[in-house]
T-cell receptor
C-alpha cells in the first residue's frame, strides 16, 4: 500500500519558471522530509518539517507542512537546470524503524 | 568525515549467482537501513539493522535475501540465486540513532543487473 502520493509524477519546465510539487497522505505524519535525488546518486535530505503549518525556506525552495500534518508542498522559484532531479517526500513511522518514501516527482528544467 | 560508502557501485550477476552488497555507515552511526529502488520509482524499505541486530526486516523478501551488520565491518545485503526481477538500485542509509526526526544519510547505491 502506497502511503504517500506525490504529484505531479513528471514535470518539464523551462529555466526561470516557478513550480510546486505535492505530497499527500490520508494519515497524519509525525514529521516529513524532502529529498532530492540526482541520476546515479543517493537521495540527499533537503529539509525536515515537524510542526503543522510550518514553512521553511532553502534559497529558492519553500517547503510547507499542512496544518493537519497530512500533506506538504515544495515550491521552487525561478527554477534552474541544477534543480533537475527526483524529488521525494518521506515520512517516518513515529518509531525508529524506517522512512516511507513517496512515489516521487521527476523534474526536468531546460534552458 | 567520509559519507556512507557502498560498494560495488555496479554489479552484474547471472541468474542463479549470489550478489553481495556492502555498506559502510558514516563514522559514529550504528543504525543502517537498506532500500531498493526500481527504475522510475521511489525507494522501498527492506531492512533496518543496529549493530549485530536486525530490528525490522518487514520489507525484505522471506527467501533468498538476508542482511547483517556485524560488530566489525560493513553491513552486507546478500541475495542468493538472483533472478532478473532483483535488478534494481540498492541504497543504504545510516543514522546516529533511530529515524524519528533524525536525518538519514544515503550512500550512492549499488546498481545490480541480473543477466
Amino acid at each position: 500500500t502506497q502511503l504517500l502520493e506525490q504529484s505531479p509524477q513528471f514535470l518539464s519546465i523551462q529555466e526561470g519558471e516557478n513550480l510546486t510539487v505535492y505530497c499527500n497522505s490520508s494519515s497524519v505524519f509525525s514529521s516529513l522530509q524532502w529529498y532530492r535525488q540526482e541520476p546515479g546518486e543517493g537521495p540527499v535530505l533537503l529539509v525536515t518539517v515537524v510542526t503543522g503549518g510550518e514553512v521553511k525556506k532553502l534559497k529558492r525552495l519553500t517547503f510547507q507542512f499542512g496544518d493537519a500534518r497530512k500533506d506538504s508542498s515544495l515550491h521552487i522559484t525561478a527554477a534552474q537546470p541544477g534543480d533537475t532531479g527526483l524529488y521525494l517526500c518521506a515520512r517516518d513511522t513515529g518509531t525508529a524503524s524506517k522512512l516511507t518514501f513517496g512515489t516521487g516527482t521527476r523534474l526536468q528544467v531546460t534552458l | 568525515n567520509a559519507g556512507v560508502m557502498q560498494n560495488p557501485r555496479h554489479l552484474v550477476r547471472r541468474r542463479g549467482q549470489e550478489a553481495r552488497l556492502r555498506c559502510s555507515p558514516m563514522k559514529g552511526h550504528s543504525h543502517v537501513y537498506w532500500y531498493r529502488q526500481l527504475p522510475e520509482e521511489g525507494l522501498k524499505f527492506m531492512v533496518y539493522l543496529q549493530k549485530e541486530n536486525i530490528i525490522d526486516e518487514s520489507g525484505m523478501p522471506k527467501e533468498r535475501f538476508s542482511a547483517e551488520f556485524p560488530k566489525e565491518g560493513p553491513s552486507i545485503l546478500r541475495i542468493q540465486q538472483v533472478v532478473r526481477g532483483d535488478s534494481a538500485a540498492y541504497f543504504c542509509a545510516s543514522s546516529p540513532r533511530g529515524l524519528s526526526n533524525t536525518e538519514a544519510f544515503f550512500g550512492q547505491g549499488t546498481r545490480l543487473t541480473v543477466v
